[in-house]
């Protein structure tokens, strides 16, 4: 099976910066898309961030110009680097991947997959 387990979540100041890290493990041969999404009390997951296998990125509104996605393939890693942090960026960050191919040389399978989500809490 395929596992996503995020770190680098935490408290920090508003206008500083941090760092999230999902590497996925599991027998892989390839990942398709990679993204991060959140989710704050009381309201619905968002997208904030996503990337291909390509480099290809996508920012919502709120992450563009502030926030900087970015991926490893060899290690099946993607991270988050988030600066100027605002209040408003406090959630659950969650990290997602989509069309990831598992298995072993007589079978292959394929799904998507979330992380366990790590805090992000900014203090005003």
């Known amino acids: 099976q395929v596992q996503l387990v995020e770190s680098g979540g935490g408290l920090v100041q508003a206008g500083g910066s941090l760092r999230l890290s999902c590497a996925a493990s599991g027998s892989i041969f390839s990942i398709n898309g990679m993204g991060w999404y959140r989710q704050a009390p009381g309201k619905q997951r968002e997208l904030v961030a996503t990337?291909?296998?390509?480099?290809?990125?996508n920012y919502a509104d709120s992450a563009k110009g502030r926030f900087t996605i970015s991926r490893d393939n060899g290690k099946n890693t993607v991270y988050l680097e988030m600066n100027s942090l605002k209040a408003e960026d406090t959630a659950v960050y969650y990290c997602?991947?989509?069309?990831?191919?598992?298995?072993?040389?007589?079978?292959?399978?394929?799904?998507?997959?979330w992380g366990q989500g790590t805090q992000v809490t900014v203090s005003s």
């Open positions: 990337i291909t296998s390509g480099g290809t990125t």
């Open positions: 997602n991947a989509q069309e990831v191919v598992y298995g072993n040389m007589w079978r292959r399978s394929r799904g998507d997959y």
